[in-house]
């Protein structure tokens, strides 16, 4: 596993047990129930988030939130959404 930086002027390192507890965090304490069933996991630099989210400006939101907080990491979007209905089409 590799330790990821939250910031460029964060010279320390970090566990990734660190960072995915900052990302459930920041998440939750952003939306509890929105993202109750989220699944957040760090290796080889990158974050993972898997499970599902009720809609598609959630996952949009915890997408961004994940890459806010930890700007240059990779993530990798493995989320559901549970009612795909909520997309509204730009046509």
Known sequence: MVALRSTPEDPSPRSP???ADEVRHALKTRAPRRFAHLNVRVANGAVALTG???NWQSKSL???LTREAFQGVCVIDALEVRNRRTFASHA
């Open 62 to 64: 915890a997408i961004r």
């Open 52 to 54: 599902s989210v009720p």
């Open 17 to 19: 047990f660190l960072i």
